[in-house]
């Protein structure tokens, strides 16, 4: 396990955190710490315990809102790939609608063709 020592609202913390991690954490911390500064420069000296909390409230609050979005997309995108399994669905049942279509066809001319080789014969009538 890695050791990293992060500074946030004027404390000093050696945190724990699993190895190869320990860039992500200094930039939490950056993160927590450049929040705690917004708040300091919006709302004056409350408190630092006040300051810590509303910070750790407005970064909750910001990744809630992120799940939001992220679980929006999902649904999205499932539902596009739904679309598109049905579109496929719909164009493979109209490509075997056409290739029907079009052996029909064949098969009119055909027996046109042949009515006509055969010379003065009547055609028979077309289905």
């Given amino acids: 396990m890695a050791h990293v020592v992060v500074t ?9 955190c699993e190895d190869g991690e320990e860039a992500r954490l200094h930039e939490l911390a950056k ?4 929040k705690i500064v917004s708040l300091k420069e919006g709302f004056g000296d409350i408190g630092e315990q006040r300051i810590t909390v509303m910070a750790a409230l407005t970064l909750a609050d910001e990744a809630d809102t992120a799940d939001g979005r992220l679980q929006a997309a999902e649904a999205a995108l499932a539902a596009a790939q739904r ?3 049905e579109l496929r669905e719909a ?19 055909e027996r046109l063709v042949g009515d ?3 010379g003065g ?3 028979g009538p077309l289905p």
């Avoid at 946030?8 to 724990?16: D, P």
Wanted: net charge neutral.
């Fill in 8 to 16: 946030i609202a004027g404390r000093t913390y050696r945190m724990g």
């Fill in 31 to 34: 993160r927590v710490e450049a």
């Fill in 83 to 85: 679309r598109e399994s």
């Fill in 91 to 109: 164009e493979a049942a109209l490509q075997e609608k056409v290739a029907g279509a079009l052996e029909e066809a064949a098969s009119r001319v």
């Fill in 116 to 118: 006509l080789k055969r």
């Fill in 121 to 123: 014969e009547e055609p």
